[in-house]
């Protein structure tokens, strides 16, 4: 039997599919990073070369990139195209890629129309190369008419599982209302708090945590659909009745008062609030006292402060001496009851309260201590305070462990009352005695607010 020569014409051209930038390259193990990177050369392939050709060069693009090795060559060693010389001809050989238009670039291959798609998968939803997501949220729809919250979150999570939805993401932000109605009445059996007013983002998280649960169950989680997670500490937060507390304020309603309010402020009560205000812009540290008489705009300066942290989302801690002056704050309370003060007061008093507790995370995301009535309380009550919140907050150097303290009052009312004093005695217990005291910036109100303005 005579030898059969084997066919070796025409030739065939490998061809290139890649995605901008993710060229494969090629390199010795001694060649040093930055050669093969900065050399432009070993990023150029049969595709790139060809959009450029087709930029530089008017004769070309007639050939679709299948056929261009027909009546080009490519040079391997120098990284380009040239127009064939001979009447020898090539096939090009590539993998299965969907036939389009022909594009000349990148840039092309996600223009549809005119419109610049910023993703790949965009671009081939516009050409109708993927199935939309009509028929899901036709289910969805039509659940909503007398389906619950709950049941909406399992047919959902099921469609993600069981059927090919070409956009999660979209179809979550666009139903995520209707999956959500019944997280407020939970959110307030498990915390015990009534009206619980929930920001759009606390509904999403709760939300995405119900659905991970859903999901978990079925062998699959959030990321697998390009869903977002659920914020690292929601569970802890919806755990801590007191943060929750603290957050369960009404902020369009806060923010009204704030708008209100701040206008009325004379230029003494402005000067703090602008203090404390720039204070939380900045995250520094403030340490104020604000003396004053009966009438002089503290309790209007405290509400102040208060609303306009508050619709902020910031937790402000309204403490005062006495219980009838704690009424006077919104969700006021006595300092002995929010800080856990002993009754029996010693040089080395701590408040009650031990690290990784309830209340000492609620001390940790407090922005603020607004404390009425000071110049009532035994001096040893700051101290107190000052050295537990050193210890929780794992802050030995800073005083009260770095939060921001507003502390008002008049000397000239009730000091701390102490069985059988003298004088000397109950002076040396003020506030102002204390070692703490030459931290403060002391601020004085004068101007008699109650008879000038009621409201204030």
Not at 236 to 261: D, P
């Amino acid at each position: 039997m005579s030898d059969i020569e084997p066919a070796r014409e025409p030739t065939v051209q490998i061809l290139s599919v890649q995605r901008e930038g993710m060229q494969r390259v090629t390199f010795r193990d001694r060649d040093r990073l930055e050669s093969i990177v900065n050399l432009p050369a070993r990023t150029k392939t049969t595709l790139t070369e060809w959009f450029t050709y087709n930029t530089e060069n008017e004769d070309g693009k007639n050939l679709t990139y299948l056929d261009f090795p027909s009546e080009y060559v490519w040079y391997a060693d120098r990284r380009t195209w040239k127009a064939r010389q001979n009447s020898k001809s090539s096939i090009g050989r590539l993998a299965y890629v969907h036939p389009t238009s022909g594009e000349l670039g990148f840039f092309e291959l996600q223009t549809i129309n005119n419109n610049f798609y910023p993703t790949y998968r965009a671009a081939c939803e516009a050409l109708g190369l993927l199935g939309d997501d009509r028929e899901w949220e036709t289910a969805i729809e039509e659940a909503c008419v007398s389906a619950t919250s709950v049941e909406l979150r399992f047919l959902f999570s099921y469609i993600l599982i069981h059927c090919k939805v070409s956009n999660p993401s979209r179809l979550w932000s666009k139903y995520w209302k209707e999956m959500s109605h019944d997280i407020p009445d939970r959110v307030s059996e498990m915390t015990h708090i009534s009206n619980n007013h929930l920001r759009d983002a606390e509904l999403q998280g709760y939300k995405l945590y119900e659905l991970e649960i859903i999901l978990t169950n079925c062998g699959k989680s959030l990321n697998q659909f390009g869903l977002p997670a659920p914020p690292q500490g929601l569970l802890h937060q919806l755990a801590n009745r007191f943060v929750m507390e603290e957050r369960n304020y009404n902020r369009q309603a806060l923010m009204r008062e704030k708008n209100e309010s701040v206008p009325k402020l004379n230029n003494e009560q402005r000067k703090i609030y602008d203090l404390i205000m720039n204070a939380n812009i900045r995250n520094t540290q403030e340490l104020i006292f604000v003396y004053g008489h009966g009438g002089t705009g503290k309790t209007f300066l405290w509400n102040t402060i208060i609303s306009s942290l508050r619709c902020e989302g910031k937790i402000v801690l309204a403490v005062a001496s006495s219980g009838i002056a704690s009424l006077l704050l919104p969700s006021g309370r006595t300092a002995h009851s929010r800080f856990k003060l002993p009754l029996e007061l010693t040089e080395q008093s701590l408040c009650r309260i031990t690290k990784n507790t309830q209340l000492s995370k609620l001390l940790a995301d407090t922005h603020l201590i607004i404390w009425d009535e000071a110049p009532m309380n035994d001096r040893r009550c700051f101290e107190a305070l000052d050295r537990s919140l050193r210890d929780i907050l794992d802050a030995p150097d800073s005083l009260f462990g770095g939060k921001s303290m507003l502390l008002g009052g008049d000397f000239r009312q009730t000091l701390p009352v102490k069985k059988g004093a003298s004088k000397t005695e109950i002076i040396s217990s003020c506030i102002s005695e204390s070692v703490l005291w030459a931290a403060f910036k002391v601020f004085t109100l004068k101007e008699n607010m109650r008879l000038a303005r009621p409201d204030c």
